[in-house]
């Protein structure tokens, strides 16, 4: 059943990188700006045995930006980027200021151990390893009798 999640998860993000594209060069074409400058995520999920392998390239997000947070079923990754850009003159100083955020929820495919999850980030990119739980320890319980 996982595959059938990764399959479509592959499948909408490539979808959603066509319309991009698409988008965008249909305002180049028209002249128009678009905001799209600011910060990116992609985002790969693979699968082993024992645990799942979240990399997202994070173009335009410095690391002390980015925000992780974990359930059991899902992992949120937001990151925000700021920019300042000021330009000075003959009797004045103007001050730019843009900032831009980014969030992704990602579902996951089996349940994981939260407290466990460890995160990594080098050249824009971020890489998270989460364990899964040991669905195969299971424990008997045995009901009290009154």
């Known amino acids: 059943m996982h595959d059938l999640t990764a399959w479509k998860e592959n499948e909408i993000n490539r979808l959603r990188k066509d319309l991009d594209a698409i988008f965008q060069r249909c305002c180049r074409d028209f002249g128009i700006s678009l905001f799209t400058e600011g910060p990116g995520m992609q985002v790969h999920l693979t699968e082993t045995d024992t645990e799942l392998i979240l ?8 690391p002390e930006d980015i925000e992780i947070s974990a359930s059991e079923d899902s992992i949120v990754i937001e990151g925000t980027c700021r920019s300042e850009n000021v330009t ?19 579902a996951l495919p089996v349940r994981i151990r939260v407290e466990e999850i460890q995160a990594e980030y080098e050249n824009q990119r971020l890489k998270i390893v989460i ?6 320890k299971k424990r008997s319980i045995k009901p009290l009798i009154r």
């Open 55 to 62: 990399t997202a390239e994070m173009s335009g997000i410095r």
């Open 88 to 106: 000075e003159g003959e009797g004045y100083r103007k001050v730019e200021t843009q900032s831009s955020a980014i969030r992704r929820r990602i």
């Open 131 to 136: 364990p899964k739980c040991d669905l195969s």
